[in-house]
């Protein structure tokens, strides 16, 4: 068996991004840049006041005040712009040019207007409220780089670059299949036995998260032939095939040599995790297959570890792995080392930063535990025990 580093380096290691296209800004939200992205001039590109006030010379204030100045001219945003006469003051607004001449805004409250005329006690100083060009990025500077994911705040920096289109990263297609005679869509008539599938819902909602488009396959039931049959199907016009469920050595697991039977290379099974170690992984030309557990926690944790990641490096994604962050965890445990294990948890603020404890339930069948937790507690691979108070890593379920 492969550790976790080992498989997923194995899997990232084989993702190349899929290409590009082009898309209008405000369908840009939550894809992958797939150019850089230059300040075609500088940010911003005049001097404008940061202020509602007075613009002015600041070598106009000789000797001890107070200063009368008269008002001459007004400067508001987007309209024409006066010029400053040597000894006058101009009125300004936030986000207006400066006059050329003027050195210095002072604030509006810091004056005494009477009439044209206004009086300061303080002299102005020079450069006040006063926000300059190219302040935030010079003429060619790289603004946004490629690889980037376009949060609210990149599509409006995309906006002031004058960007009405951008390049991003095309979505991969995935293909979810589950399998399964036991499996019936939420709301059929039940038969003793059946289970309401959810693990399908689980990977599809993940995988559009992480900007895939998703088509989920018809259930596959466990006859070898007709499994085989439904992997050669969800191949077609995939770039990710995922499947669910039988892909260990029970009599009725079908999926993995249903796989092989495709046309599907399986390149490992089996990774040293805990909950999920039976993971298969391959390609089947120039789609990716990965054949997840079918205990609910397996399949969600397993989609999370190894399935994002391959979908966000399918895109180009800079950072295509959550950051983990320390946490001091709220529970002991004693266990057999060997495999890295991840365990469901909800996160709190303590005085000393995160801490992370666990939910009650930690059984690779439960499907409640990915409805309740916010984190995933990585206990490494060689530890025989853990205590409270300990500082592991969390990877936020948020950040995938």
Sequence with gaps: MLTFAEALARLLGSASPLGAERVSLDAADGRVLAEDLAAPAPMPAFDYSAMDGYALRSN?????GPWAIPVVGESAAGRELPALAPGS?????TGARLPAGADAVVMQEHVERAGETITLRTAPRLGAHIRRRGTDLDQGAIALRRGLRLTPGRIALAAALDRPQLFV???PVVTILCSGDELRSPGELASPGSVAESNGYFVAAQARVAGAIVRVAPFVRDDAAIARDAVTAALRGADVV?????????DHDVIRPALEAAGVTLDFWRVK???????AVGRAGTAHVIGLPGNPASASLTFVLFGVPLLRALQGDAAPL?????ARVAFSVRR???REEFRRARLEQGDGGLVARPLTNQDSGAVTSFAEAEALVVIPADRDHVDAGETLEVIRLADV
Excluded: N, Y
Aim: hydrophobic share 35%; net charge positive.
């Design 322 to 326: 959550p950051a983990r962050l320390p």
């Design 273 to 279: 995790i805990k909950p999920g170690k039976p993971l």
């Design 60 to 64: 106009d204030f000789e000797g001890d």
């Design 169 to 171: 990263a095309r979505r």
């Design 89 to 93: 003051a101009c009125r300004i607004f």
């Design 336 to 338: 057999e080392p060997g």
């Design 242 to 250: 995922i499947t669910i469920g039988g892909v260990s050595v029970g």
